[in-house]
């Protein structure tokens, strides 16, 4: 068992702590702290267990389970807040991470590669294909707040209707990015499809080998509904705790949800870059922010359908301009294939000075 295992299995604890605190009615800050601290072990198994269970179905049907999953801590978290009415707090981490993905996680993975590798290099073609997709969707995250502040006296159903729409366009655009991503594996299927007798049967060999489906469902299962159970305890205290902090729930859902939802995948980018694996965590740190923003978010709009208060692609203004800046520097950064420390320095920087200014913003 690696070290990053252990310490997951020995924050599993932390989930009958966030239980036991909410029973008790203990302090909401503590029960705040373990509750999100119990999201952290059970986010990473639901992760690896959706990485098992798409090796052995393929990648078809993997690309769609992972799409679904891949996300699944935010999406749990945001329906549960949504069920409360907490809908600027969905929105905020919504953008938050976003955020957190492309300055804190890729730049803490091109900080620490880049100190040990000096110039890491990765796939120029992916990179600027991400960073159409992502420009496309900052656009139609942008188009509610053009439309209200061109429009005086436009009242709340056109930009629903548009959110739902536009929310049925992003699952499509989404779709198709995965058909396409899937691409090469076929090739790569026909390529071996041509190959001598013996390497087929090698590759059969390999199939068999395959683990069963059995423990790695089990394991989503459970950690979803214990995921649920938990993520119910950490939204009931949230109120409680922004009260007594002093926090807004813009900062709160921008910088410090996000900071517990996510860590497994900056823990991810920054183990692949200190291998010099710069692809992977790319990878990882764009293609979640487009689950966010092309799958996570529409799907959230299109819930709360169902719910009391409903989500709108309008977001704060602010947010959306710090989105806006995260995105316009990813790119700069990795259009050339290219990244090192101070690039990666530059993303934490611009980080940290968001994260300031979303504290002081009222």
Same mark, same amino acid.
């Not at 459970?222 to 009931?236: F, P």
């Given at each position: ?8 299995? #020995?924050?599993?604890?932390f ?7 909410e029973w ?16 952290v ?5 639901i ?16 690309g ?34 976003i ?6 996680? =890729?730049?803490l993975?091109?900080?620490?590669g880049?100190?040990r ?9 992916? &990179?600027?294909?991400?960073? !159409?997709?992502?420009l ?8 509610? !707040? ?6 005086? #006296? ?8 548009? !959110? ?5 366009l ?11 991503? =899937? ?8 390529i ?13 060999? &390999? ?18 509904? &214990?995921?649920?159970?938990v ?6 205290s ?11 729930e813009?900062?709160? #859902?921008?910088?410090?949800l ?21 692809? +992977? ?5 764009? #293609? !979640?922010?487009?689950? %966010? %923003? ?7 709009i ?6 009391p ?24 950064i ?17 980080y ?7 504290? +002081?913003?009222?």
């Amino acid at each position: 068992m690696s070290t990053k295992d252990k310490i997951l299995f #020995g924050m599993l604890i932390f989930v009958p702590i966030a239980i036991v605190s909410e029973w008790l009615k203990l302090s909401p800050i503590l029960v705040f702290v373990f509750s999100a601290l119990g999201i952290v072990p059970l986010a990473a198994f639901i992760a690896e267990a959706t990485e098992e269970i798409a090796e052995v179905i393929g990648a078809t049907l993997g690309g769609l389970l992972n799409a679904t999953f891949g996300n699944l801590t935010e999406m749990v978290v945001s329906i549960v807040a949504l069920r409360a009415g907490l809908v600027e707090v969905v929105q905020a981490s919504i953008l938050g991470a976003i955020i957190a993905n492309l300055l804190l996680g =890729l730049g803490l993975a091109m900080v620490l590669g880049g100190l040990r590798f000096g110039t890491q290099n990765f796939e120029p073609e992916v &990179a600027r294909l991400n960073g !159409s997709s992502l420009l496309l969707a900052i656009l139609v995250m942008l188009t509610p !707040s053009a439309i209200h502040y061109t429009s005086v #006296g436009l009242p709340l159903l056109p930009i629903q209707e548009f !959110s739902y729409v536009a929310s049925i366009l992003l699952l499509i655009c989404y779709g198709l990015s995965i058909i396409y991503s =899937l691409k090469p594996s076929q090739d790569v299927k026909k390529i071996k499809e041509i190959e001598p007798e013996n390497h087929q049967e090698g590759s059969d060999h &390999a199939e068999e080998k395959k683990s069963p489906l059995g423990k790695p469902i089990i394991i989503l299962l459970v950690c979803t509904l &214990a995921l649920v159970v938990v993520s119910e305890i950490l939204v009931g205290s949230l109120e409680e705790t922004v009260k007594v902090l002093g926090l807004t729930e813009l900062f709160t #859902g921008i910088i410090l949800l996000p900071l517990f939802g996510g860590v497994v995948e900056y823990l991810t980018c920054v183990s692949a870059a200190r291998k010099n694996q710069m692809d +992977l965590s790319v990878a990882v740190a764009i #293609g !979640s922010t487009l689950q %966010v %923003v092309l799958f996570v978010t529409p799907v959230l709009i299109l819930v709360s359908l169902f719910f009391p208060s409903t989500l709108t692609l309008e977001f704060n203004v602010f947010g959306i301009f710090s989105v806006v800046a995260a995105i316009l520097i990813t790119n700069s950064i990795s259009s050339d294939g290219q990244s090192n420390w101070l690039e990666g320095a530059f993303l934490l920087i611009l980080y940290a000075i968001l994260g300031v200014a979303f504290y +002081l913003h009222p």
